[in-house]
């Protein structure tokens, strides 16, 4: 029993998903895959994948999709550091700590909302597509299961048409915003941000490597 399915896997199983869900709820939609969108200048990764991007009648929704499968998903909080994110494999004790997605999801969120119109209603979501996930203890509501897809597509329905804080859009105005998605990745791909991703993994290596290095012959001269 593993803990993750393939990434790949899961963002389609994903893709899948919120198609079935939203559908129902909105007559028009557009869905981008693996959106890449470039960062702030300064930021540690120069680009960000959004795994999924919905486009519908009441706005434009990020989605974080993570593979994680047969696990119990679970916060540790404190008052002097950010919430730490745990995994434990049903049936076993020992518990694996992972990166925090809804801060992932957050800081992409934040760099679109800068590209976008502030006439645009954007939200994100981190969903857990696989089988057996459970969520443990008090979860930010933007985490989410595929059983909870459907409560969310009707939520985000009804909420953007009663609440009209943000403008409707019509079909035309859907496929304009996806377009205009497509703008901001411009030229920017799948292969460059692994790159980018790859070459500021090796940053952290060389920097690790290299204070080991110092470390030992500092033992060495004492």
Known sequence: MTIALQNTIAASLGVQQLASAFSPAFSHLRILRDLI????????????????????????????????????????????????????????????????????GGRKTTQLRSLLSDELRLQYFVLLPCEGVELEGVMPA?????????????????NGRTARTYPLLD?????????????????????????????????ISTRWNGAGAAAAAGIGLQ
Request: aromatic share 8%; glycine share 4%.
């Open 142 to 158: 933007a985490v989410i299961t595929q059983q909870d897809l459907p409560y969310i597509a009707r939520l985000v329905r009804n």
């Open 37 to 104: 969108i470039p960062m702030p200048e300064g930021s540690v990764v120069r680009t960000a994948m959004i795994d999924a991007v919905l486009v519908c009648e009441t706005g434009v929704y990020l989605f974080e999709i993570k593979a994680w499968r047969n696990a119990f998903v679970y916060r540790k909080k404190s008052e002097a550091a950010p919430p730490r994110w745990f995994l434990r494999l049903q049936g076993c004790s020992r518990a694996r700590e992972v990166k925090d997605p809804a801060w992932q």
């Open 171 to 203: 079909a035309g105005a859907i496929d304009r915003t996806a377009q205009r998605l497509l703008d901001i990745q411009g030229s920017l791909s799948l292969d460059e941000h692994m790159q980018n991703c790859r070459e500021r993994s090796e940053q």
